[in-house]
């Protein structure tokens, strides 16, 4: 550790309750020895959502205190069909909170750059409580190679909660609540993070999956503009065109069947009369588990997403920041069908019809050509002609399809226009993930990987970036990776690079419009090690559907 370093941490005696005055009021803490860290948790950045602020951007708090609030436990997660696994902490309307992790012992003065965490789950399941996104890792190892940081996260509201769209809304300005919510917990952190010895000028926002739909929508949000609310992204598995934009065509009847569920089709403002109706007698119909189709996700309201994200990013109206960005080699192993795709016509009919991307028939036989029924050239990657046939004979066909269609070929677009205005850095992970078991060694991991016929799937990356012992698995190979790949995200959030002492080099992307940039592959010594490859691999087929991602209202 730097000599900066330990005094920047011995400025202040540590605290076994730590306290922190914020712009309402003071709060209580927890402080964990074991890290040397203080945790503050649960802290709200809005009011309850419920009642009169239902469909309503999220308000500001209004309320201040003397005296010293607890913040020592998770918040409600926002609700979702999921309560099962999301409802740890509880989970009702009253849950847009934020979590902050600091190094013990700094002061104000400080002036820690922040990763603020924003969960996935498809938009639709999640909250920053869950064991996956504990922060204590990453910020023990911030401070071990010397590059402290501040690890927070949020909750927002999800599905239609927090998505919801229809002639009623439109135009009101409370559309996309989800995207609202997230630059209100970012406005909280401009207004409040000094006080934890933040800077409030150096703010990467960073998320998974639908996390990383989101960041990307972050950086297209009123075309482009910050606000300075952040200054550097990081996606994992996902780009604001990988998400669905339908309109008033597809939520519409959604709506008008809510409205007929609580009684309030009669209504002469159907809006107000659903925010009188009690939580418990709403949720049941609100959550998409109780809606066919793709979920709730963003609309092009013309407002805070004001066009399709392909035509923000062709028009470079997005945040000029740095990025870093990359997929998981297999993401297509997640979406695509389980054992429905045996044939040619199986196939064919699914991309007609199953998906609603709205191909024409021609474009349909030319992605099958781009994607020939051949097992090696299939996903997962590298499993040569096992055909996983319990699965679906095509289904490493399908997979490779789903996963360029939703991930790889968005992101290959994503990166070369970023490129263009700011320094962007790509991975491609390639490392098959724990799943369970203990006891392991390198040799005897049968059983204790997620299933061979998932690969490096979607997800696989999260526990080596965060750096969590309990879920990167048993093994020393899968230990040093993490260790790697923590550094290389903290050295990004700290300084706008990653490289450093000790770490693989990683280029930056820079291919131009239509060049082919440089990718880092993220993998283990046992693998061989990491590399820098061209970012060519199935370079028709992304091309050819990138071409068509307009079509997918995208």
């Not at 005094?7 to 020895?33: C, E, F, M, Q, R």
């Not at 989800?178 to 926002?205: C, H, Y």
């Not at 991309?351 to 997962?380: H, K």
């Not at 970036?465 to 995200?489: D, H, I, K």
Request: aromatic share 12%.
């Amino acid at each position: 550790m730097s000599a900066f370093v330990v005094a920047l941490l011995a400025t202040t005696a540590v605290s076994a309750d730590p306290i922190v005055t914020v712009k309402n009021g003071s709060y209580s803490g927890l402080h964990l020895p074991q890290f040397s860290q203080d945790v503050f948790l649960g802290m709200p950045y809005a009011q309850d959502t419920g009642g009169q602020n239902r469909f309503r951007i999220p308000q500001s708090l209004t309320e201040s205190w003397n005296g010293t609030r607890a913040a020592k436990n998770y918040s409600d997660a926002c609700p979702d069909a999921n309560p099962d696994s999301d409802a740890i902490y509880g989970m009702s309307e009253n849950c847009l909170s934020i979590n902050v992790v600091r190094p013990a012992g700094i002061n104000t003065t400080a002036k820690l750059p922040i990763m603020l965490w924003i969960h996935g789950g498809s938009y639709q399941v999640g909250t920053s409580g869950l064991s996956n996104y504990n922060l204590t890792y990453i910020v023990e190892k911030s401070v071990e190679i010397g590059k402290p940081i501040i690890g927070a996260s949020i909750n927002y509201r999800k599905s239609s909660w927090g998505n919801m769209y229809s002639i009623e809304l439109q135009g009101t300005g409370n559309t996309n609540l989800a995207l609202r919510d997230m630059r209100k917990g970012l406005a909280w952190i401009q207004e409040n993070i000094e006080a934890f010895g933040g800077n409030p000028k150096s703010v990467t926002i960073w998320g998974e999956s639908s996390g990383s739909f989101a960041v990307g929508q972050l950086v297209l949000t009123y075309g482009g503009r910050t606000d300075g609310l952040f200054h550097r992204s990081i996606q994992e598995s996902g780009s604001a065109a990988t998400a669905w934009y339908n309109g008033t065509d597809w939520y519409q009847p959604i709506f008008d069947s809510i409205v007929d569920s609580v009684n309030c089709s009669s209504a002469p403002d159907k809006l107000e009369c659903l925010r009188t109706v009690p939580y418990s007698e709403l949720y049941p119909f609100m959550n998409s588990s109780t809606h066919p189709g793709p979920g709730f996700y963003p609309t092009v309201d013309g407002d805070i997403i004001p066009n399709y994200p392909t035509e923000l990013l062709r028009a470079g109206r997005f945040a000029h920041i740095p990025h870093l960005y990359g997929t998981n080699s297999d993401e297509g192993t997640d979406n695509a069908p389980v054992g429905i795709i045996n044939t040619d016509e199986d196939l064919r009919n699914y991309l007609l019809n199953a998906m609603g991307f709205d191909y024409p028939a021609s474009t349909v036989d030319r992605i099958m050509e781009l994607y020939p029924d051949d097992p090696a050239q299939g996903i997962p990657l590298n499993t040569g002609n096992e055909r996983f046939a319990e699965y679906g004979w095509q289904f490493k066909r399908a997979a490779a399809i789903m996963g360029d269609i939703f991930y790889h070929a968005p992101r290959l677009d994503d990166a070369r226009h970023y490129a263009d205005h700011a320094a962007t850095f790509v991975y491609r992970f390639n490392t098959r993930p724990f799943e369970n078991g203990t006891n392991a060694t390198w040799t005897d991991y049968v059983g204790e990987l997620a299933p061979a016929y998932k690969g490096v799937e979607h997800f696989s990356e999260v526990a080596f970036v965060f750096n969590n012992p309990s879920t990167v698995g048993p093994w020393e190979g899968y230990e040093r990776l993490s260790g790697v790949m923590s550094s290389l995200w903290i050295r990004f959030a700290h300084d706008g690079n990653p490289n450093g002492e000790g770490l693989p080099y990683w280029p930056k992307y820079n291919s131009g419009k239509n060049g082919t940039g440089l990718n880092l592959v993220l993998q283990t010594d046992q693998q061989g090690g990491c590399y820098v490859e061209k970012d060519d691999y199935r370079l028709a087929g992304r091309e050819y559907l990138t071409r068509w991602a307009r079509r997918r209202h995208v």
